[in-house]
Structure formats: C-alpha cells, structure tokens
T-cell receptor
Framework: KQEVTQIPAALSVPEGENLVLNCSFT??????LQWFRQDPGKGLTSLLL?????REQTSGRLNASLDKSSGRSTLYIAASQPGDSATYLC????????????FGSGTQLTVLP | DAGVIQSPRHEVTEMGQEVTLRCKPI?????LFWYRQTMMRGLELLIY????????DSGMPEDRFSAKMPNASFSTLKIQPSEPRDSAVYFC??????????FGPGTRLTVL
C-alpha cells in the first residue's frame, strides 16, 4: 500500500528566503506526482504535476523535482513571499488499475513579512 | 471553464436529517472524485467515478452515505441520516485520464 510522508509538518521562514519542502513515498511504481496548495478554508489548487518519466517541472518561482527510484520529491520555492503562506500537499498516483491519489499530510508554510 | 462547482458551500443541519451535496465537474473530464477532509483524518477519498460509473466506493464510511452520477455533468453525495461525526469539508474533484486533479471549493458540513 502506498504511503506518502511530508516533512516538516510546519515551516516558518522570513520573506525572501528560498525554501524546500519534502515528500517521500514508499512505492516507486507511480504514474505521476502532484503538488497542491491549500489556503485556510479553501479547496486544493494544483501547482505542478511531474510524470514518472520526468525529473522536474517548473512554474514561475516553483520547481518540483522527482527521484522515483529513491521515492522522493521536493518542491523548491524561490524568493518566498507572505502570499506563499499556505499548506502544501503532495500526492502520488500509483500505477495499476486504481485511479486514486495518495496524499501526504501536508506542510504548513508561513512566510513572515 | 468555471472549474469544478460545488453546492451548497455551507450546510448546517440537525442530526438525523438528510443532506445532499452537489458537484458539477469540468466539462470533458472522465473521472469524478468525492473526498472528505477533517483535522483528525486529513483528506480521505470516499468514492470515485469513471465515465459516470462508480469504480471504487471502499472509502464510503457506511451505508448512510451514497453517491450518484446520473450524467457526465452532475454528481451528488447524500448522507441519510446525518450524524455529528459527519461534520467535515467535502470536496469534489475531476480529472481527465492521469492528469491534474482539479478540486472544487468544498462544502463545509456541520451536523448539530
């Protein structure tokens, strides 16, 4: 059974700092990995999707990497801003007949002005 | 596209009442998912549909919960009778194939 872990559970950084959020998964047989953002009281917003054949994806100040063999992904946020404050979740779509994302518990990020 | 649409956004009801949550997926998407999120249990998949057919309902907590997808543009999640422990935020999401999952804004359910 796929398990997804995110460390740390919470992170507080000063504005302008570059930061890395970590995600690990136990089964490397995956279709893709997705990173989401969730603001308090809101739904999940898709940020990046990395296919199993890819090593990284970039969108603006965000860069996500994938090392399938070691079961790890990182989300790099450059020049953080207070507006980046949110909970970031990674989710893995495992290979096989079930089309079901397995979510991590998230990292709550606070960027201090 | 307007994205995934859910209604109502907030629902407050009394224990024992029937609750119906509604979802309109993004046009052209062939998968629809119902999730529940609580502080204690995080995000849980309840059921998902492919081309309007329920594929996996193993996450549905008990027989009080039921979901339907009568056509490609509409789905409902019904709780009957509702209980206080059903209080949570319920999300609907849709996707095409193995692409991004797009989530709706959620329905915050409070059962008194």
């Amino acid at each position: 059974k796929q398990e997804v872990t995110q460390i740390p559970a919470a992170l507080s950084v000063p504005e302008g700092e570059n930061l890395v959020l970590n995600c690990s998964f136990t089964d490397s047989a995956i279709y893709n990995l997705q990173w989401f953002r969730q603001d308090p009281g809101k739904g999940l917003t898709s940020l990046l999707l990395i296919q199993s054949s890819q090593r990284e994806q970039t969108s603006g100040r965000l860069n996500a990497s994938l090392d399938k063999s070691s079961g790890r992904s990182t989300l790099y946020i450059a020049a953080s801003q207070p507006g980046d404050s949110a909970t970031y979740l990674c989710a893995v779509l495992s290979s096989g007949s079930a089309r079901q994302l397995t979510f991590g518990s998230g990292t709550q990020l606070t960027v201090l002005p | 596209d307007a994205g995934v649409i859910q209604s109502p956004r907030h629902e407050v009801t009394e224990m024992g009442q029937e609750v119906t949550l509604r979802c309109k997926p993004i046009s052209g998407h062939d998968y629809l998912f119902w999730y529940r999120q609580t502080m204690m249990r995080g995000l849980e998949l309840l059921i998902y549909f492919n081309n309007n057919v329920p594929i996996d309902d193993s996450g549905m907590p008990e027989d009080r919960f039921s979901a339907k997808m009568p056509n490609a543009s509409f789905s409902t999640l019904k709780i009957q009778p509702s209980e206080p422990r059903d209080s949570a935020v319920y999300f609907c999401a849709s996707t095409k194939g193995t692409g991004f999952e797009y989530f709706g804004p959620g329905t915050r359910l409070t059962v008194l």
